[in-house]
Nanobody
Framework: QVQLVESGGGLVQAGGSLRLSCAAS????????MSWYHQAPGKQRELVAI???????DYADSVKGRFTISRDNAKNTVYLQMNSLKPEDTGVYYC???????????????WGQGTQVTVSS
């Protein structure tokens, strides 16, 4: 059984910063891709940032230059540093990891429970 626990959300003024964390625990043999999704109120969940096993990264155009995704493999943790926050960044942020949970190497996807980010104007 694998759990993803997120933290770091909160209320911040426009222009401020937050750092989200997502720690995976349980039976883990390795983690491939790690990513963050954003779900704004009344909208679908959208990919914000992704980091692969070699720490290659990609971002949604809306956050390029403002957000940075990183990972700590020793801690099975992915981070999202969010700077220059805007009111449209408001919503729930979810981590989504591709995890190897058996010795056979098969990969499974797991979602975190989400953390609320509110940016006031």
């Amino acid at each position: 059984q694998v759990q993803l626990v997120e933290s770091g959300g909160g209320l911040v003024q426009a222009g401020g910063s937050l750092r989200l964390s997502c720690a995976a625990s349980g039976t883990i043999f390795g983690i491939n891709t790690m990513s963050w999704y954003h779900q704004a109120p009344g909208k679908q969940r959208e990919l914000v940032a992704i980091i692969d096993a070699n720490s290659g990264t990609d971002y949604a155009d809306s956050v390029k230059g403002r957000f940075t995704i990183s990972r700590d493999n020793a801690k099975n943790t992915v981070y999202l540093q969010m700077n220059s926050l805007k009111p449209e960044d408001t919503g729930v942020y979810y981590c989504y990891n591709q995890i190897q949970t058996t010795i056979s190497g098969r990969l499974y996807y797991y979602w975190g429970q989400g953390t609320q980010v509110t940016v006031s104007s």
